[in-house]
């Protein structure tokens, strides 16, 4: 068996290794730019999400199975992201393979980094999910925040989520496609808006919250504006102002720059609890080092200035023993040559506290 780290790869410039686990690459991958290469159907919303190119290939094992792969390269992990919400249907099973990943029978769906991945076995077996990791540990990374996922998908709240209904999107195209509560004109992606959506268990059915994310709270408030008054009754609306699709019961709010929008069968309570879990937290990005070096890190500091009370502590004690000890030598170097001199530095006792002798006595007071 093959390992990864042992594998022949393709060319730098290829996404998918000539060889992983036990698989060999038959013949050459195709590589193209072209996104109907990919997907005839959704070229343009591929396009939507920054496709790059798109590789093929087909794999085989001793055992006779195949293994066709297809790996769409986007300009980041947003867009490979975004790609793999669209095509991961609900019923898809949850997979551990690569940042994620989504199984129906013998098709397996994951993205990894800036790479989506659509891999379709001809028969799977107990090892096919393990394989697969192995192709995707493979697959190249790319470098600097091109792998970062859009902060918007944090906000979309947990509770009565229905699994595997995210969806990320970036244009009309796509926005269209998932069949969104509101039109493209009341969105404004010329705004650079993005869109999170995802499905929520109400007690009258399945509803749809969005967050759409604008570049600042400022152009948030002026979508929501057109919002609400593209939710006015018919006869309070302007000829040919934009108006929403026929979705049931809407509500809006806006916190800081992200309009969210509940739409569906949602009663009123239902609605603000789920409008109201989503609740905008700024992130503050200092582009200063904020790692702290000897000389700039206050405790490291304080830990020097105890040291040097105790250095300079500890010299001022040798020298008073120096100097006095020095001092004790001399007096008795110079008493031992000179008794003499001994008795003249003797102190002169008077003996005050001792009583007058017996006899004497007392002079006599002066008045």
């Given at each position: 068996m093959?390992?990864?780290?042992?594998?022949?790869?393709?060319?730098?410039s290829s996404v998918l290794p000539k060889s992983f686990s036990a698989w060999q690459m038959?013949?050459?991958?195709?590589?193209?730019?072209?996104?109907?290469?990919?997907?005839?159907?959704?070229?343009?919303?591929?396009?939507?999400?920054?496709?790059?190119?798109?590789?093929?290939?087909?794999?085989?094992?001793?055992?006779?199975?195949?293994?066709?792969?297809?790996?769409?390269?986007?300009?980041?992990?947003s867009g490979a992201y975004g790609a793999f919400t669209f095509y991961r249907a609900p019923q898809m099973i949850t997979e551990k393979i690569g940042d994620k990943g989504a199984s129906a029978n013998e098709r397996i769906l994951f993205?990894?980094?800036?790479?989506?991945?659509?891999?379709?076995?001809?028969?799977?077996?107990?090892?096919?999910?393990?394989?697969l990791r192995e192709l995707s540990n493979a697959i190249p990374l790319p470098a600097g925040n091109v792998r970062a996922l859009p902060n918007l998908l944090n906000y979309l709240p947990k509770q009565s989520f229905v699994a595997n209904s995210t969806k990320y999107i970036l244009g009309p195209v796509a926005l269209r496609a998932v069949q969104a509560p509101l039109p493209e004109s009341l969105v404004n992606f010329n705004a650079g808006a993005e869109v999170i959506e995802g499905t929520y268990n109400s007690s009258g059915g399945q509803a749809t919250l969005m967050l759409i994310g604008y570049p600042t709270p400022q152009i948030a408030a002026e979508?929501?504006?057109?919002?609400?008054?593209?939710?006015?009754?018919?006869?309070?609306?302007?000829?040919?102002?934009?108006?929403?699709?026929?979705?049931?019961?809407?509500?809006?709010?806006?916190?800081?720059?992200?309009?969210?929008?509940?739409a569906g069968p949602l009663s009123q309570s239902e609605a603000r609890s789920?409008?109201?879990?989503?609740?905008?937290?700024?992130?503050?990005?200092?582009?200063?080092?904020?790692s702290f070096s000897k000389k700039d890190n206050l405790a490291n500091l304080l830990v020097n200035i105890i040291i040097l009370c105790g250095i300079i502590?500890?010299?001022?004690?040798?020298?008073?023993?120096?100097?006095?000890?020095?001092?004790?030598?001399?007096?008795?170097?110079?008493?031992a040559r000179s008794p003499e001199r001994q008795e003249q530095v003797e102190f002169i006792s008077l003996h005050l506290s001792e009583g007058r002798p017996r006899g004497e006595a007392t002079p006599p007071s002066q008045g």
């Open positions: 093959v390992s990864t780290a042992a594998a022949a790869t393709a060319p730098e038959s013949g050459n991958a195709k590589k193209s730019s072209d996104p109907a290469t990919a997907d005839g159907v959704n070229a343009a919303l591929l396009k939507e999400y920054g496709f790059q190119d798109v590789e093929s290939a087909t794999y085989i094992r001793d055992d006779g199975r195949k293994l066709t792969v297809k790996a769409a390269r986007f300009n980041d992990a993205y990894r980094g800036n790479v989506l991945v659509d891999a379709v076995f001809s028969r799977l077996s107990a090892m096919s999910g393990a394989e979508q929501l504006k057109r919002l609400d008054a593209a939710h006015q009754p018919s006869t309070t609306q302007q000829t040919g102002s934009p108006t929403l699709v026929d979705v049931g019961a809407f509500f809006d709010r806006r916190t800081g720059p992200i309009v969210v929008v509940a789920l409008l109201a879990s989503v609740n905008y937290d700024a992130d503050v990005t200092w582009n200063e080092n904020t502590c500890g010299l001022a004690l040798v020298a008073g023993l120096a100097f006095g000890g020095a001092r004790v030598l001399l007096q008795r170097v110079m008493f």
